[in-house]
């Protein structure tokens, strides 16, 4: 038959033969004995609708039928869905719930392909909702809105019983909280508003009820291990049941109600708080208290600020004890022999030791302290800088009156001179140089920045000195390597001079060698006396005094030998004597025996006086070595009064004075062979901070100078600004410092200021 003659289906007729297929369809779900659906039967099914949609009208019958497919739905919930909901409670109601979603949703797909001609054709038409939605959407409006209340209620009970420890059917809730998503059909809405915002809430009372025992009955450890596993326990519950979306809303509720509300109580406990886990090297704990704090918006801010102050006053209370040391161990020893008046050096070496003590404190208190921002911290930014600032304090005190940078300077000395008290590996040696260099950094950062890193510079530039001249570095790679560490910590000024430094010394060994060649092939040129000369360029070194030391004949020669061997070189180059860094080697006939004195040279040069007088005067002394009252009351204190007494003195005092006289003493003895007799040691520390302020005052002037030629007319607070931004990578200057130095340029002509406005400056040409 073709369509045209095709019977025609009344609605009532074509409706009572699908509601066949739906009973049917109605028993299966409801589990009643019925066979499955034939492929004839839906087929049958399908071509009933496609036919009742095609008819012709008045017998299209597809408005009709889009309704009766969604009465279909009402009436099975009315009927059968909900009256078996309704009559079960918490866990059977949400197992019964499950059940019947699962099949409405067998129920929604078979009749959506039953009335599939609808959505190809009628609802596209029409721009109807889709068959599939239409019967979500019974389900959401007469059973989900119904009863999401109480299965919210049910779902939040199950998880706090489980949270409380007991077992529950995770299974289940992930089935019946997959209804709340599916009901939003792509949007997250119904999940958020019907059951997370009360869940979330629910779970932020649960923990603030546990917060509140916990933080009274549990130590800080016991506490922060009960959170952590809380968390972790609710991260779990969301991989098993929740939607994904809730876990960072979860995890905060539950970080907030723990950490956040309790953290000031937590992190301040007395006996177990975060000062409690520093002071007892609680290291797990420690590395706890960070996870778990982390992750919260400036959680970690507290910590790190404990852990400052910790670590601040660790480092004061070392200050505090190496200046209780020093001053005990030199009370001490004036106790011990108060008659004798020790030594000032006596007391000076004990001060010295405890410095050293002191440094090798500092190092260890920071290589455990960085361990712990490494291990503790996970190397995080806030705890080096935390770290940084609490060193930054105390490297900066005064021990004894003496700051760290020279005691850094000493410290260093001490590891690389030949025969010091360290007797450490290269690797040893390579290790502490490194750490003194990273502790040298927190000191250049402060606001006296200037003073401290210039008197660093002075310090081991003296120190580097005095070891290089004297031949008592222990490896010429350790002082290389110093270098480079320096270098790259504070950059190519700060290490520029000392890298001459020791380039001059490699240079002058070669010019020594070249020197006793030049003696052998010159006999006649032999002073007689072993001449070792060290060469070195002025701008390297550190500025050493100089004097007009009349040298005896003897040493007169050799000076003369050496500048005729230098002439051979260049005639262009100026050579100016140091005679205080000199050492000599002279043999005193006493008669006893022959000893070998080591002195200075100005030492040995009063003693060459006596081979020729018996007895001197104090003024004949000074006449014939044409020096100043100072060095030589210095040389003779350290002659006739100090330890190895080759000169009497009249009056036999403990003290030098102009009135004195001196003669050789033969009586003179000592068990050794060889004797050094040191002199009395000079505090240059006044002279390094007056070098230091010129230098600044040289710096300033500079910089105002060439920020005023390059703007040629500049303001009072601009010119300041640039000025202490110019010189702020090598000290940070004093505001009147700077106002004094304008005054000053402006008397030179430098500057001027404006007639009309007196803070305004211009550069004079």
């Known amino acids: 038959m073709t369509m045209n003659q095709r019977k025609t289906i009344e609605l009532e007729e074509g409706w009572d033969f699908m509601e066949k297929g739906i009973t049917k369809l109605k028993r299966i779900l ?56 309704r009559e079960k409670h918490d866990e059977f109601m949400l197992r019964e719930l499950v059940k019947r979603w699962a099949n409405h949703k067998v129920m929604v797909r078979w009749l959506s392909r039953f009335f599939h001609y609808l959505d190809r054709y009628f609802i596209t038409r029409r721009s109807l909702p ?8 019974c389900f959401r409006d007469l059973v989900y809105q119904e009863l999401k209340v109480k299965v919210r209620d049910a779902v939040i009970s199950l998880i706090d019983q489980e949270r409380e420890g007991e077992q529950i059917d995770r299974a289940l809730l992930k089935n019946v909280l997959d209804i709340f998503v599916e009901i939003g059909m792509g949007q997250m809405e119904e999940y958020e508003k019907d059951f997370e915002d009360d869940m979330l809430k629910d779970s932020a009372d649960y923990y603030s009820r546990k917060a509140s025992n916990w933080i009274i009955e549990d130590s800080c450890p016991d506490y922060m291990l009960k959170a952590e596993q809380c968390l972790k326990k609710e991260r779990d519950r969301v991989s ?98 108060p008659a004798s008046k020790m030594p000032l050096s006596m007391a000076e070496s004990a001060v010295c030791l405890q410095e050293q003590v002191f440094v090798r404190k500092v190092i260890e208190l920071h290589d455990k302290y960085m361990a712990y921002v490494n291990e503790c911290f996970a190397n995080h930014t806030l705890f080096h800088k935390a770290l940084k600032e609490a060193f930054e304090v105390f490297c900066n005190k005064n021990v004894s009156g003496c700051s760290s940078a020279e005691m850094l300077a000493s410290f260093c000395d001490n590891i690389l001179k ?62 290389r390597l110093i270098l480079t560490k320096l270098k790259q910590q504070c950059g190519g000024q700060f290490t520029s001079k000392m890298e001459g430094m020791v380039t001059d010394l490699t240079l002058a060994k070669e010019n020594q060698n070249n020197f006793e060649k030049y003696l052998g092939t010159n006999p006649n040129a032999n002073p007689g006396i072993d001449l070792t000369v060290t060469v070195l360029t002025t701008g390297f070194w550190p500025s050493y005094k100089s004097s007009d030391l009349s040298l005896p004949a003897e040493m007169v020669k050799c000076v003369e030998v050496f ?14 004597w140091i005679y205080s860094l000199g050492t000599c080697n002279i043999n005193g006939k006493f008669e006893a025996k022959t000893i070998e004195l080591i002195l200075g040279t100005y030492q040995a040069a009063a003693l060459l006086l006596f081979n020729a007088s018996d007895r001197l005067s104090y003024s004949e002394i000074k006449t014939q070595l044409n020096l ?55 505090d240059e520390r006044k002279r390094v901070v007056e070098d230091v302020d010129k230098d600044r005052r040289y710096a300033i002037d500079a910089s105002i100078v060439r920020i005023m030629k390059s703007r040629k007319v500049l303001g009072h607070q601009q010119l300041v600004m640039e000025c202490v931004e110019q010189l702020s990578r090598m000290f ?15 008397t030179r002509d430098y500057l001027e200021r404006d007639k009309e406005n007196p803070n305004l400056f211009r550069y004079l040409a």
């Not at 889709?130 to 959407?137: D, I, K, P, R």
């Not at 400052?308 to 030199?330: C, F, M, R, Y």
């Not at 500048?563 to 050579?575: A, D, I, N, P, W």
């Not at 505001?735 to 005054?743: L, V």
């Open 130 to 137: 889709a068959l599939n939605e239409v019967g979500l959407t």
């Open 628 to 682: 100043a009252d100072d060095d030589l009351v210095r040389l003779l204190q350290s002659l006739s009064c100090a330890k190895y007494k080759i000169l009497n003195k009249e009056p036999n005092t403990r003290t030098v004075t102009p009135n004195d006289y001196f003669e050789f003493n033969p009586k003179f003895t000592d068990r050794m062979r060889r004797v050094r007799i040191p002199l009395p040691p000079v």
């Open 240 to 337: 098993h049941y929740l939607h994904s979306n809730s876990e960072q809303k979860l995890v905060e509720k539950v970080q907030n109600e723990l950490l956040v509300v309790n953290s000031t109580q937590l992190l301040e406990k007395e006996h177990s708080g975060c000062r409690a886990l520093l002071r007892d090297d609680k290291v797990e704990d420690l590395s706890r208290m960070y996870r778990l704090f982390h992750k919260i918006p400036k959680g970690l801010e507290p910590i790190a600020n404990i852990f400052k102050q910790h670590v601040t006053a660790e480092g004061t209370a070392l200050v505090q004890q190496a200046e209780d040391a020093a001053s005990n161990k030199v009370s001490a020893l004036f106790h011990l022999s």
């Open 563 to 576: 500048k005729e061997f230098y002439q051979t070189k260049t005639k262009h180059r100026k050579l100016s």
């Open 30 to 85: 409801e589990g009643l004995q019925e066979v499955q659906f034939s492929s004839e039967e839906y087929m049958m099914l399908y071509t009933t609708i496609y036919n009742m949609c095609t008819q012709k009208p008045p017998h299209d019958y597809s408005q009709q039928l889009y309704e009766k497919y969604k009465e279909a739905f009402e009436e099975y919930i009315n009927s059968m869905v909900l009256p078996s909901l």
């Open 418 to 479: 030949k025969g010091g008290s360290e007797k450490l590996s290269d690797e040893a040696i390579e290790d502490t140089l490194d750490k003194v260099v990273k502790l040298l950094a927190y000191i250049s950062d402060k606001d006296l920045f200037a003073e401290f890193y210039r008197q660093a510079v002075a310090s081991f530039m003296k120190k580097l000195s005095r070891r290089l001249l004297f031949d008592k570095s222990a490896n010429d790679d350790h002082e």
């Open 732 to 746: 940070k200057p004093d505001f009147k410092a700077i106002k004094k130095r304008i005054e000053d340029l402006i």
